[in-house]
């Protein structure tokens, strides 16, 4: 099965144990998109994640990026065709100063290399250059610009999700993997991660988005799937999830048995 | 504590040490000094090398006596030598500076070797595989007699490097009294610490050295960034098994034969309390930590007549390692960054 989709799983399985994780039988996400994932803590939508971004094998089942079958690729090779996500729990590189972090991200595995490294030396500095107007732009947009050159571990909790988010973006990204870009971020912020979000968006940036802050979901998404105990129990646009009784039912727990 | 303050602590302790040196030492200073740099230079090296896989990487490695001695044997053998007691003499080989590119090449093939299966695991697995390798390789080395001299050892190869010894060099060693073939792989070690310390540093400062801090970091996020993370900590293991190769030649060529309990594990232990001493991550920190380690080596048999009278070898030893152990206690409560680290570059993040 191939699929002229941005993204398509199908029967994407993995358990732990004897816990079912993620149970997708078929899901697909089209281009300009933003699309939500919901669902209550321990539905599986953080190991999907996972296994979209091959942080974790699948049991079984196949994922396919811009039509190629990709579930045998590792991580890194799916981030180079344009799959960038983000972690629930932030990783940034705390030992690292932002521009750093900004900087590793964005630059080229060919200049990475170590005999290129090597051999141009200093003449790579123009590249680096290059690439800080890019940084600057990027910090600007996150207003994390007056930390640039501060390590990235005395950022506070919402900044590191901000230069997380940075770090995505200058690898020019197809498709955006967030997950939970607002938790712990204070309302004014995330009002303005969501504006970001958005405009990413109309840029021409997919992104699949999983968060808690279901006003916020319903507010910026186009299309909202909702997962419950690894299961896709619902899909479409977000007025219709808003009233849909699956929902209401894996959130707030079944009214009687 | 702010970069400067580490130099002068850096540049007094050294002053002190040599200094207590001097004032204990009646005759043969100068021979007790080449010595010490010396040993202090080749061990540095071996350090540094280290330091590249857990400084800069967070790679544990607990088998760098290995690649040490693979470098040392891979070299030796390819130049003239005699294999120990009645073995084979060998009097044809290839020119010195080629042998020690095949050594250094031969470390990094068992750095690659060792690292392929063991460095898409956790961090642990490489310190316990590189263990056992070492080991394994030095009972190899003992058993393939007939290749590798066993316990008899390797000799008459030395002449390969004193016969590019330059006049004055020796005219020194002798108006000075000391060995002049000593003097002569002193002065090649430190040579090359600094061509090593120049090179590393321009890696270092280049986009490859920031991406293995990455590394040393978080490999999930690097990865996530679409970089190889088992690629680059290949590639750093290699360098620093290589630039251990390079160390254990200039062993073999400062004892002037080739001992296979040269290679025991407590070396590498030796160099891990030199980098610790003078500092995970900095550039120059594991050269300074070996020549303090070795300043405590030479200079503790006139502090250990405070504990003996006449201390005999085995005391001598245990007073030395005494020594060792309270400076590295002492590092670790007033500086635990070492002398030249950076405090933010110490937590020890294992890959
Ligand atoms: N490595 C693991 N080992 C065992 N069980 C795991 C592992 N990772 C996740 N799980 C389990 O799988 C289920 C799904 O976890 P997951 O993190 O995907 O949930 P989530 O939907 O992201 O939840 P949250 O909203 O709280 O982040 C949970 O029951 C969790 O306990
Ligand atoms: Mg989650």
């Known amino acids: 099965m191939t699929s002229n989709k941005l993204l398509s799983v199908s029967s994407l399985k993995k358990s732990f144990g004897g816990l079912q994780a993620v149970n997708v039988d078929s899901l697909e996400f089209s281009e300009n998109e933003i699309t939500s994932l919901i669902g209550p803590n321990g539905a599986g939508k953080t190991t999907f994640f996972d296994l979209l971004t091959k942080f974790q094998n699948p049991d079984q089942g196949n994922i396919f990026f811009e039509g190629e079958n990709v579930t045998s690729f590792q991580s890194y090779k799916l981030a180079r065709l344009g799959m960038t996500r983000t972690f629930q729990l932030t990783r940034v590189f705390e030992k690292m100063s932002v521009l750093e972090n900004m900087q590793f991200s964005g630059s080229s595995v060919k200049n990475e290399s170590i005999s290129r490294s090597l051999i141009k030396g200093k003449s790579l500095n123009n590249f680096e250059k290059e690439l800080e107007i890019e940084v600057d732009k990027i910090l600007e947009l996150l207003n994390l610009s007056h930390m640039k050159y501060s390590y990235a571990r005395e950022l506070s909790g919402g900044q590191k999700k901000l230069l997380e988010l940075g770090r995505a973006l200058i690898r020019k990204p197809k498709l955006l993997l967030l997950d939970e870009p607002l938790a712990g971020v204070n309302p004014k912020l995330a009002e303005e991660i969501l504006d970001i979000i958005k405009n990413l968006s109309i840029e021409g940036i997919n992104i699949i988005m999983v968060e808690h802050n279901i006003n916020a979901v319903m507010k910026i998404s186009e299309r909202v799937v909702v997962m419950a105990e690894g299961k896709i129990i619902a899909d479409g646009e977000p007025e219709a999830i808003r009233n849909n009784e699956n929902v209401i039912e894996a959130y707030l727990g079944k009214v009687n048995e | ?351």
């Open chain 2, 1 to 351: 504590m702010k970069d400067y303050k580490r130099y002068i602590i850096a540049v007094s302790l050294l002053t002190v040490s040599f200094l207590y040196i001097f004032t204990s030492n009646e005759t043969g200073v100068a021979r007790i000094f080449v010595n010490l740099l010396t040993f202090a230079g080749i061990y540095g090296l071996a350090a540094i090398g280290i330091n590249v896989h857990f400084g800069w990487t967070g790679l544990l490695n607990f088998g760098h006596a290995a690649f040490m001695g693979i470098g040392a044997y891979t070299t030796i053998l390819l130049i003239p030598h005699a294999l120990g007691r009645e073995g084979v003499v060998i009097e044809t080989g290839l020119p010195l500076p080629l042998a020690v590119i095949i050594g250094m090449l031969a470390a990094a093939l068992l750095g690659l070797i060792l690292g392929l299966p063991t460095l898409r695991l956790r961090g642990d697995y490489l310190a316990i595989v590189t263990i056992a390798a070492a080991e394994i390789f030095r009972l190899l080395i003992r058993d393939f007699e007939d290749i590798t001299g066993g316990v008899y050892g390797v000799i008459q190869f030395s002449e390969a490097l004193q016969s590019l010894r330059p006049n004055f060099i020796t005219n020194l060693a002798t108006s000075i009294e000391v060995s002049s073939s000593q003097l002569w792989v002193g002065v090649i070690t430190w040579i090359l610490i600094i061509f090593t310390l120049l090179f590393l540093n321009r890696l270092q400062k280049s986009p490859w050295g920031r991406a293995l801090r990455a590394v040393r970091e978080d490999e999930d996020a690097v990865r996530a960034l679409g970089k190889n993370a088992v690629w680059l900590k290949l590639q750093s293991f290699m360098l620093g098994a290589s630039i251990g190769g390079l160390s254990g030649i200039l062993l073999a060529f400062n004892y002037g034969t080739l001992q296979v309990s040269t290679f025991v594990p407590v070396l590498t232990f030796y160099l891990w309390a030199a980098l610790i001493l003078g500092g995970v991550g900095s550039l120059a920190g594991p050269a300074l930590g070996a020549v303090i380690f070795w300043v405590i080596i030479s200079g503790t048999d006139s502090l250990a007549e405070i504990f003996f009278e006449n201390a005999n070898g085995q005391q001598l030893a245990g007073v030395r390692f005494v020594f060792v152990g309270l400076l590295i206690m002492f590092t670790m409560i007033f500086t635990p960054s070492g002398i030249l680290g950076k405090k933010e570059e110490l937590l020890l993040d294992i890959k």
